[in-house]
């Protein structure tokens, strides 16, 4: 696994679980640790499989947990955690976020008061006028976010 498919995991996680409202800290904690693998310049690969966990934690932004979970990424290709997750919100609630006009705030406003989670359920919810009862959605965003909700 490349250190850009590793980052690409850690960042999914942070985004999965900014949605879902989850502590803002680990949040960033994720999001700070796929920045660090992903412009790492020598294969974390290489550096678990030869100095194990303690040889991660020399990592910016990679602590004990983290390092965990890289390991556990690479023996296994998942890790309980990012299972664990992905019961809880299905991953593809990070679909909506292709949607133009569909941020992170957006999505977590979808997610957790409509239960939207997936790019259908969004096209339902658009079709079904439900745009007019999310806060912060005004006509104008409204409009963008039916429009590409339709072309995906």
């Known amino acids: 696994m490349t250190n850009e498919e590793l980052a690409r995991r850690f960042e999914r996680l942070a985004l999965l679980m900014e949605i879902r409202g989850d502590d803002k800290f680990r949040v960033r904690s994720y999001r700070n640790a796929a920045e660090t693998l992903e412009t790492w310049p020598s294969s974390v690969a290489e550096i ?41 919100t299905p991953e593809t609630v990070l679909d909506l976020l292709e949607v133009e006009g569909v941020g992170v705030k957006t999505a977590a406003t979808l997610h957790q008061q409509f239960k939207i989670s997936s790019l259908e359920d969004l096209r339902q919810f658009v079709e079904g006028g439900g745009l007019d009862l999310v806060d912060g959605v005004g006509e104008k965003t409204a409009e963008r976010i039916a429009r590409s909700a339709r072309a995906l």
């Open 48 to 88: 678990a499989r030869e100095e194990g966990q303690k040889g991660l934690q020399t990592l910016p932004g990679v602590g004990k947990a983290i390092s965990g979970k890289i390991v556990e990424l690479l023996e296994r290709g998942t890790f309980d955690a990012w299972e664990r997750l992905k019961e809880e």
